[in-house]
């Protein structure tokens, strides 16, 4: 997988186009997000296989629309890393962000890393790493 290829799966990801989004993911691939910004002795969100991720962004997603830019790309071997900069507008209520609640109205914005494994062209592992919160009112996307 190169950074072309990675592109296009945010392109995907952004357009809520999740069988296309599918055919990135291998069939086991874990996903792990962070929750230390709402409970920093919180284990992180962790999601298995496919399923596990269209149970989380379809739900997510009938509350808010959300769209990442990616920034910087590394890669070596069978490993991404990359900078991903993303913006949550919430049109509804969402009670359970990340162990948070969120309000019709709220924007999250946040800069994180993600670290992503790939075996066999997929992604098998997926850990995201917050970095910085930014003011919502510099929201662009």
């Known amino acids: 997988m190169d950074k072309s290829q990675l592109l296009q799966y945010i392109d995907h990801f952004n357009n809520k186009r999740y069988e296309k989004v599918m055919e990135f993911y291998h069939p086991d691939v874990v996903i792990e997000y962070p929750t230390m910004l709402a409970d920093p002795k919180a284990p992180p969100v962790t999601r298995r296989g496919r399923e596990g991720f269209l149970e989380q962004y379809v739900e997510l997603h009938k509350s808010c629309r959300e769209a990442l830019e990616v920034q910087t790309v590394i890669q070596q071997g069978d490993m ?3 900078e991903m900069y993303t913006e949550f507008h919430f049109f509804k209520d969402y009670e359970n962000f990340s162990r948070r609640s969120m309000k019709a109205g709220d924007v999250y914005i946040t800069t994180n890393w993600c670290i992503y494994r790939v075996e066999n062209e997929k992604f ?13 009112k510099t929201a662009r996307l």
């Open 124 to 136: 098998k592992h997926i850990r995201v790493a917050h970095f910085r919160l930014h003011d919502p």
């Open 80 to 82: 991404i890393a990359a």
